[in-house]
């Protein structure tokens, strides 16, 4: 098992920026690749970014490229995403998601195991 628990949402005027953390506990002593999706009301849950167990490989939804970096702190076992230059779209709760047996993540969500809670993010224009 692996738990995975974000954390860093709140709300921010657009333009401005956020640093999400999904921390993981639990079989953490395996690798994992790791995804971060959101889902804004009304809306089915979308991809945003995913990263190697190594962070040696990312993908970007093409929403937020260029805005957005995803990257991860093994030792801490913690995984990142700073979003910046955001925008009132970006509004969604955002959730984390764990693969612990691929190298690469996906863009899928069937292609995780484990999910986070969310966190949710606003913002204001």
């Known amino acids: 098992q692996v738990h995975l628990l974000e954390s860093g949402g709140g709300l921010v005027q657009a333009g401005g920026s956020l640093r999400l953390s999904c921390a993981a506990s639990?079989?953490?002593?395996?690798?994992?690749?790791v995804g971060w999706f959101r889902q804004a009301p009304g809306k089915e849950r979308e991809f945003v970014a995913w990263?190697?167990?190594?962070?040696?490989?990312?993908a970007y939804a093409d929403t937020v490229k260029g805005r957005f970096t995803v990257s991860r702190d093994n030792y801490k076992n913690t995984v990142y995403l700073q979003m910046n230059s955001l925008k009132p779209e970006d509004t969604a709760v955002y959730y984390c998601?764990?693969?612990?047996?691929?190298?690469?993540?996906?863009?899928?969500?069937?292609?995780?195991?484990?999910w986070g809670q969310g966190t949710q993010v606003t913002v204001s224009s």
């Open positions: 998601a764990a693969d612990p047996d691929n190298y690469y993540a996906s863009q899928y969500e069937s292609h995780y195991d484990y």
């Open positions: 639990g079989r953490t002593s395996s690798t994992y690749a």
């Open positions: 990263i190697s167990w190594n962070g040696g490989s990312t």
